[in-house]
C-alpha cells in the first residue's frame, strides 16, 4: 500500500483548507484511512479515522467539530476538511492506513504516507 498526501499549504487562523491523500495498492478500499500529525518539537498525534465503509468516523478532541474526514473509495482517496483553523493546528500531516481499526492510544497504523505541511497564521 503507497500514500501520497497532498493539499497543505498557508492558511490564516479562522479559515479552511483540505488534504488529500491518494491511496495505491492491495487494500485501497479494504483498509481504515487516519490523519496523524506532527508539529515542531511534539510527538506524533493522532488526528482522525475512518473506516473501510466511511461509516464510522473519530477524532482527537483538539479537532472534533473543526475537522471532517472522508473518503471516495472510487477514486481510493481519503480527505480531511480542515475548517476554522487555529495556530496550534500548524503541523506536518501524515496519512494512514491499516487493515484493522487504529485510533488515538492504539497500535499505529501499519502503512504511512509522507507528510504536507500545513501552516497557520495568526
Known amino acids: 500500500v503507497q500514500l501520497q498526501a497532498y493539499g497543505g499549504g498557508l492558511v490564516q487562523a479562522g479559515g479552511s483548507l483540505r488534504l488529500s491523500c491518494a491511496v495505491s495498492?492491495?487494500?485501497?478500499?479494504?483498509?481504515?484511512m487516519g490523519w496523524f500529525r506532527q508539529a515542531p518539537g511534539k510527538e506524533r498525534s493522532f488526528v482522525a479515522v475512518?473506516?473501510?465503509?466511511?461509516?464510522?468516523?473519530y477524532y482527537a478532541d483538539s479537532v472534533k467539530g473543526r475537522f471532517t474526514i472522508s473518503r471516495d473509495n472510487a477514486k481510493n482517496t481519503v480527505y480531511l476538511q480542515m475548517n476554522k483553523v487555529k495556530p496550534e493546528d500548524t503541523a506536518v500531516y501524515y496519512c494512514?492506513?491499516?487493515?484493522?481499526?487504529?485510533?488515538?492510544?492504539?497500535?499505529?497504523?501499519?502503512?504511512w504516507g509522507r507528510g504536507t505541511q500545513v501552516t497557520v497564521s495568526s
Open positions: 494512514a492506513a491499516d487493515t484493522g481499526f487504529f485510533y488515538s492510544g492504539s497500535a499505529p497504523p501499519k502503512y
Open positions: 495498492g492491495r487494500t485501497r478500499s479494504g483498509s481504515s
Open positions: 475512518i473506516t473501510k465503509s466511511g461509516d464510522v468516523t
